[in-house]
């Protein structure tokens, strides 16, 4: 059982940036996959923010716009991946949650969730 935290979520104000962190109990280079999703007010399940892949590769939904706000980076030495987030909105308030898979959804094992709240 992988075991995954979370770290980073804050309160912070409309323009600013957050990084998150996920840190894995497992050497992350043996997973297909690890990424960020989050839920938000606005969404009624959770959402796919970014994936990325042992070779560096990135993923962002075709339909994403917020990959020219959002990045997404791993450090395999310290087994944690990131999400880079700026000009954060209002509309960015909620829980994101990290992830690992081997390819399916079925073998997705999740972190707690990071609250992350964008107001005034």
């Known amino acids: 059982q992988v075991q995954l935290v979370e770290s980073g979520g804050a309160w912070v104000q409309p323009g600013g940036s957050l990084k998150l962190s996920c840190l894995s109990s497992a050497y992350i280079r043996i997973f297909t996959n690890m990424g960020w999703f989050r839920e938000t007010r606005g969404t009624q399940q959770r959402e796919w923010v970014a994936s990325i892949r042992p070779d560096g590769e990135i993923l962002f939904p075709e339909s994403n716009s917020l990959k020219g706000r959002f990045t997404i980076s791993k450090e395999d030495a310290k087994n944690t991946f990131y999400l880079q987030m700026t000009a954060l909105r209002p509309e960015d308030t909620g829980v994101y949650y990290c992830?690992?898979?081997?390819?399916?959804?079925?073998?997705?094992?999740w972190g707690q969730g990071t609250q992350v709240t964008v107001s005034s």
């Open positions: 992830y690992t898979d081997f390819g399916d959804r079925s073998s997705a094992q």
